[in-house]
């Protein structure tokens, strides 16, 4: 419990939104005003779907790299767009707006998510901010993180097969 009695996780929760929404209230001129829609949601969701190994090598990256505590998300965005670059036929256009690179960077901090549950669940070792906060309310549920996680009853196979 926080000092008035609130607990720490909620507590947590509402400063990661409040922090959030006074950048958005500060943004919202600039941004609104700038924001144009070229194309519609099925074109970029098929121009990741034309790379895929892209989607391969990236989701790879960022799976190990979620894997190891406390590299995080940036980190993983990071080396799955330089790594990208790297194997890629267009690697002299990144960072001119070439697609490979954005696909690259976002499917590695996707992937970079799930790895972080590996340490959270099987070592109880949280990798990511989220992932204590999930472990806290893990905890405050009665289910113990780490090597007893799979012998805490049937949420670890829910959690697995979802």
Known sequence: MVGGGYPLVVSTLGLFALSQVLIMLEEAGAVLNKVEVKDSFFSGFFESIRRPFTLLRAGVVGWAIGIMPALGVSVAGIASYLIEKKYSKEGPEFGKGAP???????????????????????????????????????????????????????????????
Do not use: H, N, W
């Not at 790895?115 to 806290?136: C, E, K, N, R």
């Open 100 to 162: 490979g690179g954005l696909v690259a960077a976002e499917v590695g901090k996707g992937a970079c998510v799930v790895g972080d549950l590996i340490p959270t669940f099987t070592l109880g070792v949280p990798g990511s901010v989220t992932g204590a906060i999930l472990m806290a309310a893990l905890i405050i549920q009665g289910i113990e993180p780490g090597p007893r996680f799979l012998t805490s009853g049937s949420l670890p196979y829910t959690v697995s097969s979802g």
